[in-house]
């Protein structure tokens, strides 16, 4: 079960008296996530738009393009599963790789991963794929792209940070 620590505010520590933090454990499933509409779209399309005005702008690490202008994504690859009882929105973002044995289709993956993350610091769970039947290898990326230790492990090298950060700047 994941846990999180909760700082407890006693009753002595509102009034300006200093003593020990309490700390409780909190069960994931304790937490309140926010809604839709408290993160300012009001149903899954209107955030699924915003996704996608995001991803349209990322530059392929090869080309002048864009993943858009290169059909790497399209408004149709990327879905917004109806959130229900205060769960976390799934977002499901697919991409097509420009040739079937891309050797940066890691790389485009993770630069969609840090640019939705970085652009809504609310939860979202975010589960990014090849597209099915696109690339070799497409099973041992999916994999890398998804696994929340290998990201951190990627964004942690400067050469590959500085190669991220070129791709997702916005131009002026």
Known sequence: M???FKKIRTESESEGRVNTVRSV???IDDVVHPSLAEMGYSNEEDLKFA???LLRTIKDPEKPQTLEELNVVSEDMV???KV???LVPVVRIEF????PHCSLATLIGLTIRIKIQ???PQILKLDIYIKKGTHATEDEINKQINDRERVSAACDNDNLRKLL???IKEDD
């Open 96 to 99: 097509n790789p420009t040739v």
């Open 118 to 120: 970085r652009h809504f």
């Open 79 to 81: 879905t917004v599963y």
């Open 165 to 167: 950060e070129d791709c």
């Open 51 to 53: 996704i996608f005005d």
């Open 84 to 86: 229900e009882n205060g």
């Open 25 to 27: 454990v909190v069960g």
């Open 2 to 4: 994941l846990s999180f």
